[in-house]
């Protein structure tokens, strides 16, 4: 006896067989595929969404402080107003700040390969991952120098310094100075490239769910 969707019996053979189990638990495991999906396309829109968005505000502070925010510290309208050693010590407060700016968006960063490699389950691009451990390593390098030049700025202005000490000051900041205007350039150059790996991944994945979903 096979038993129907109904509840009615159908002779077949000799075996029993339950057609209404199979028919519910087949528009079930649909229902749940169908939800799941849902959730996942849901997820992975949010997570590009937040990659992206990172990317951009990374691109566009490092953009915003290196050639607009930072030189006009020390361009006539500032330095006529301040003294060059105020200007300066601004500047480098402003410095510090954009540091940990590009901290947060390193972080960010991190924290999003780490969840698309989870929900995924594939292993991110390395180009991405090495990229954003070379900016981190070069933010290490922003904050440990820093201190430095701020020493260094505070030695060539002070009134109570020789002349030699001032000397051997300007000597360093000019030197440090132009190796952190290489390293900016190089983090510049790196960002964009991740910002337009990202955007190009983030491309590459919506086509995959929109035929995932299709499909």
């Known amino acids: 006896t096979v038993q129907g969707w109904v509840g009615q019996p159908l002779t077949q053979g000799g075996g029993h067989v339950r057609v209404g189990n199979w028919q519910n638990s087949g528009r079930e495991a649909a229902w749940r595929g ?8 849901r997820m992975s829109s949010w997570m590009r ?6 990317a951009g505000i990374w691109l566009g502070a490092g953009v915003f402080a290196s050639f607009f925010l930072l030189p006009i510290f020390f361009k006539p309208p500032v330095t006529l107003l301040v003294h060059r050693y105020f ?29 698309e490699r989870m929900a995924s ?27 430095r030049m701020e020493r260094w700025h505070h030695v060539k202005h002070a009134p109570n310094t020789t ?12 030197r440090w100075h132009a190796i952190s205007q ?14 337009r790996s990202e955007e190009h991944t983030s491309e590459l994945q919506s086509r995959g769910l929109i035929s995932y979903a299709v499909f």
């Open 87 to 115: 200007a300066g010590r601004i500047a480098q407060i402003a410095l510090g700040k954009y540091f940990t700016l590009q901290l947060v968006c390193i972080v960010v960063a991190i924290i999003y390969l780490v969840l």
């Open 49 to 54: 969404f937040v990659g992206v968005l990172n």
């Open 121 to 147: 389950s594939r292993t991110s691009s390395r180009l991405r991952v090495g990229i954003v451990a070379v900016l981190l390593g070069l933010n290490i390098f922003g904050h440990q120098l820093l201190p």
């Open 34 to 41: 169908t939800v799941g999906s849902r959730k996942v396309t």
């Open 163 to 174: 002349a030699a000490q001032k000397e051997e000051a300007s000597r360093s900041f000019s």
């Open 182 to 195: 290489v390293a900016n350039l190089l983090g510049l150059a790196l960002v964009g490239v991740y910002f």
